[in-house]
């Protein structure tokens, strides 16, 4: 959706949706929330111990209420999960409550910048490049069908990318007014 307050990151598990996030946050003046963290706080475990107890299906349901939760408010940087993509109700949500941002990233990077990461459930099924492969033939439909924005976070480190996205973003994204100049009154 364009105008919108809301600035949301899609996109792959280590595309940078968390770090990246924060920096534009600031850069924004936005408040920063991150999905994943939102719903450890909430059911008071990691997601990898919500994966571990309520399978896939449990966190996929927590994810979706967090989502709607957090996106009934304006003014936020929502950094999601690399599967929020995958119901649909939550495309529709991001679409409608957010300037969508899809962040890229090849698997050889992923692997690179997860190596060390053991708290990605997704990650311990097996061999990593399979699974990071299958995931990304699978979700990279689903997040272009949300993005207002494309953007390669390649080879710079996430402090250049966050800079450049800034950069993009001062172009492409059309923020809605600030509501004292909609209602026409000044404090
Ligand atoms: N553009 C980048 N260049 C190098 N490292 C990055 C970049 N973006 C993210 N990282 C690193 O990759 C790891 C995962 O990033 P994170 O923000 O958690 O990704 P996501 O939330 O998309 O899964 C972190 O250690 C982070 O420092
Ligand atoms: O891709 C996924 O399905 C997941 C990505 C993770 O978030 P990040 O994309 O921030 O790593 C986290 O929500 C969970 O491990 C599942
Ligand atoms: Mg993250």
């Given at each position: 959706?364009?105008?919108?307050?809301?600035?949301?990151?899609?996109?792959?598990?280590?595309?940078?949706?968390?770090?990246?996030?924060?920096?534009?946050?600031?850069?924004?003046?936005?408040?920063?929330?991150?999905?994943?963290?939102?719903?450890?706080?909430?059911?008071?475990?990691?997601?990898a111990?919500?994966?571990?107890?309520?399978?896939?299906?449990?966190?996929?349901?927590r994810?979706?209420?967090?989502?709607?939760?957090?996106?009934?408010?304006?003014?936020?940087?929502?950094?999601?999960?690399?599967?929020?993509?995958?119901a649909?109700?939550?495309?529709?949500?991001?679409?409608?409550?957010?300037?969508?941002?899809?962040?890229l990233?090849?698997?050889?990077?992923?692997?690179?910048?997860?190596?060390?990461?053991?708290?990605?459930?997704?990650?311990?099924?097996?061999?990593?490049?399979?699974?990071?492969?299958?995931?990304?033939?699978?979700?990279?439909?689903?997040?272009?069908?949300?993005?207002?924005?494309?953007?390669?976070?390649?080879?710079?480190?996430?402090?250049?990318?966050?800079?450049?996205?800034?950069?993009?973003?001062?172009?492409?994204?059309?923020?809605?007014?600030?509501?004292?100049?909609?209602?026409?009154?000044?404090?």
């Amino acid at each position: 959706m364009n105008p919108a307050s809301n600035l949301i990151l899609v996109g792959p598990m280590g595309a940078g949706k968390t770090c990246i996030g924060k920096r534009l946050a600031e850069r924004f003046g936005l408040r920063l929330l991150d999905a994943d963290r939102e719903i450890e706080q909430r059911t008071g475990a990691s997601v990898a111990a919500i994966f571990e107890h309520e399978g896939e299906a449990g966190f996929r349901a927590r994810e979706s209420a967090v989502l709607a939760e957090l996106l009934a408010d304006d003014g936020l940087l929502l950094a999601t999960g690399g599967g929020a993509v995958l119901a649909e109700d939550n495309r529709r949500l991001l679409r409608e409550r957010g300037y969508v941002v899809q962040l890229l990233v090849s698997v050889e990077q992923q692997l690179e910048r997860l190596a060390l990461d053991r708290s990605r459930p997704l990650l311990a099924r097996g061999d990593r490049e399979q699974v990071l492969q299958q995931l990304a033939l699978t979700r990279a439909p689903l997040y272009a069908q949300v993005a207002d924005l494309r953007f390669d976070t390649g080879a710079m480190s996430a402090a250049d990318a966050a800079l450049k996205l800034a950069l993009e973003l001062d172009l492409h994204w059309r923020r809605p007014p600030p509501s004292s100049s909609v209602s026409g009154v000044n404090a």
